[in-house]
């Protein structure tokens, strides 16, 4: 029997899984039984659902998000000798598949309000070598696209953006995903849009640059045992497909249950020392993490944690200033409101099947602690 003190969950699927199981279970039984499980009809189908959801022409399923990012810089032709403008504020990945690519990631400042991008501090490190801008929808909260689009535009640059954590974030009325180049999105069991596993899609309206990511995602293979171009093993798997495809109908009620948790800390939050985030002046925010500043938030987290009330530190330390990224030569103080965020930022959980009241728990336990 649970009490009013036990551990509240960071992220709990139980119940959604029991709402999907039925209807998932028949799905792999179909599947089973067709025997196509590898780039199959639900496959197919999914990357068409999802291209109209999304607003895109096309959609194109990978094993991960890193993957779609990954096969866009390839795609698009992005290699060594490239530099890719892209924020250090952010998972590892992001700057990791530039690497990957042979590519230099040039690390931009971000804004203070929403942890995205700053456009400004974007024009500032471009140079000839610049192909690409890499902005991450961070946490939910869509980057300034206009402004990237626009900078973009004016140096010939691709932009490929990282909607890792922003599915069903949307600016102006246009869903993230649809508003650069190419779109990168993870569907990983935390994200917004999650399966049960690993998976990935790329979403575009260049359709040559669809013909690039179908070969890429198959070990470069312009037709069975034909290869003209090193590739990945990089598909999305057929039964994974199979339970997105159940979960993108229910996508916007889901998206906006989060928003509905989001304006309740929000609220509890209200003329308090924590700041809570924003949200975007054109857009709507898809909050697959409720991230804060506080004061003394080591300290605060302790208690937290004391009391059953979870959190995830997101991001410790900008990838600037990672071992990784040493010989780039970036230092405390090169791009300080990522290393301020990096001291203040506590991300909190929140998720469709959330109870309210761990939400005002979680709420009250840091107000107390903040005294």
């Known amino acids: ?121 974007v024009k500032a490190k471009i140079t000839d070598k610049t192909r690409a801008i890499l902005p991450v929808h961070i946490f939910g909260h869509p980057a300034r696209m206009q402004e990237l689009n626009a900078i973009a535009k004016e140096h010939n640059l691709v932009v490929v953006e990282d909607a890792a954590q922003a599915y069903g974030a949307d600016v102006g009325g246009k869903r993230v995903g649809s508003l650069g180049t190419t779109g990168g999105f993870s569907f990983y069991p935390t994200k917004v849009l999650g399966c049960y596993g690993d998976g990935g899609v790329i979403t575009t309206d260049d359709e040559a640059v669809v013909e690039k990511l179908k070969k890429l995602r198959n070990h470069g293979a312009s037709a069975p045992f034909m290869h003209d171009t090193v590739g990945y093993n990089s598909r999305l798997d057929e039964i994974q497909a199979a339970l997105l495809r159940i979960k993108l109908r229910k996508l916007d009620d889901d998206v906006a249950r989060r928003r509905a948790i989001a304006a309740r800390y929000t609220e509890l939050f ?50 600037h200033l990672q071992e990784i990224y040493k010989p780039l030569g970036y230092k405390v103080g090169d791009l300080p409101v990522c290393d301020k965020a990096s001291t203040e930022a506590l991300s909190l959980p929140v998720y469709p099947a959330m109870k309210m009241e761990h939400v005002e728990r979680m709420a009250d336990t840091i107000l107390k602690a903040l005294g």
């Open 1 to 121: 029997m649970s009490g009013v003190n036990d551990p509240i969950p960071f992220l709990d699927l139980s119940g959604e899984y029991n709402a999907l199981e039925k209807e998932w279970f028949a799905a792999i039984h179909e599947t089973g039984q067709r025997g196509a499980y590898i780039l199959g009809p639900n496959e197919q189908a999914f990357e068409e659902e999802l291209a109209t959801h999304v607003g895109t022409k096309f959609s194109v399923g990978v094993a991960n998000g890193t993957d779609a990012l990954l096969l866009s810089l390839r795609a698009l032709d992005i290699g060594p000798g490239d530099e890719v403008i892209t924020t250090p504020y952010t998972f590892y990945a992001t700057a990791e598949v530039i690497s990957l690519a042979g590519a230099t990631p040039v690390f931009a400042d971000i804004l203070e309000d929403c942890f995205t991008l700053d456009p400004d501090s």
């Open 270 to 319: 209200a003329g308090t020392a924590v700041k809570a985030p924003t949200l975007p002046a054109d857009g709507g925010h898809a909050f697959n993490l409720y991230t804060v500043r506080m004061p003394e938030r080591d300290r605060v987290r302790t208690v937290m944690n004391d009391n059953g009330c979870p959190s995830s530190l997101c991001y410790p330390l900008g990838l």
